[in-house]
Nanobody
Framework: QVHLVESGGGLVQPGGSLRLSCAAS????????MGWYRQAPGKQRELVAT???????MYTDSVKGRFTISRDNAKNTVYLQMNSLKPEDTAVYYC????????????WGQGTQVTVSS
């Protein structure tokens, strides 16, 4: 029904930048909140950032001031600009999109690896 494709992951040095993208396609009536999650080895998956349809953003404390989430409703795409990256940001990043009106469903991207290392 709804397919999410992520891109932009890779290997960067501490202090570097990376931009993640997630494009949604398929049977889309309305996209509500969009967000990014991440999961590091041996840790629980955690919410990184969310953005509402009107552009309102929320971030977890550890990324505030460094990451910026945004969306392009015309392209059904959500982005995550990551600056001043730290080794502790290393994780698999997953895109999440909530779709629907009365009945709402969450869809997940395949995940993209982000590695911050010297």
């Amino acid at each position: 029904q709804v397919h999410l494709v992520e891109s932009g992951g890779g290997l960067v040095q501490p202090g570097g930048s990376l931009r993640l993208s997630c494009a949604a396609s398929g049977s889309i009536i309305r996209i509500n909140t969009m967000g990014w999650y991440r999961q590091a080895p041996g840790k629980q998956r955690e919410l990184v950032a969310t953005v509402a349809r009107d552009g309102y953003q929320m971030y977890t404390d550890s990324v505030k001031g460094r990451f910026t989430i945004s969306r392009d409703n015309a392209k059904n795409t959500v982005y995550l600009q990551m600056n001043s990256l730290k080794p502790e940001d290393t994780a698999v990043y997953y895109c999440n999109v909530n779709v629907g009106v009365v009945r709402r469903n969450d869809y997940w991207g395949q995940g993209t690896q982000v590695t911050v290392s010297s």
